[in-house]
């Protein structure tokens, strides 16, 4: 059992930058595959990025790829995802997510959700 809780959400204009953070509970974080889904108003939750238990290795989504990091510290038990070049379209509540096992983009795969913090962009 694992507890996320989502930390650094704001408002930004188009162009800025924010920070977000996740710390987990537990003595096993390193062993969780770590990601980052965000879902607007209206919309269903999409993928966002992920990041493997080491570290080492990370996927994208398209819509943010260049423009987001994900990157994590084992010792702390928190995953962060970096913004920048933030755009209105990235509007949405960021949900960290939790699992065992490989990384996937696959919302249904992750076992373990943070409460979300609110992003919102403006133009």
């Known amino acids: 059992q694992v507890q996320l809780v989502e930390s650094g959400g704001g408002s930004v204009q188009a162009g800025g930058s924010l920070s977000l953070s996740c710390a987990a509970s537990g003595r096993t974080f390193s062993t969780y595959t770590m990601g980052w889904f965000r879902q607007a108003p209206g919309k269903e939750r999409e993928f966002v990025a992920t990041?493997?238990?080491?570290?080492?290795?990370?996927n994208y989504a398209d819509s943010v790829k260049g423009r987001f990091t994900i990157s994590r510290d084992n010792a702390r038990n928190t995953v962060y995802l970096a913004m920048n070049s933030l755009k209105p379209e990235d509007t949405a509540v960021y949900y960290c997510?939790?699992?065992?096992?490989?990384?996937?983009?696959?919302?249904?795969?992750?076992?373990?959700w943070g409460q979300g913090t609110q992003v919102t962009v403006s133009s």
């Open positions: 997510a939790a699992k065992i096992g490989a990384r996937t983009t696959i919302r249904v795969d992750y076992n373990y």
């Open positions: 990041i493997s238990g080491s570290g080492l290795s990370t």
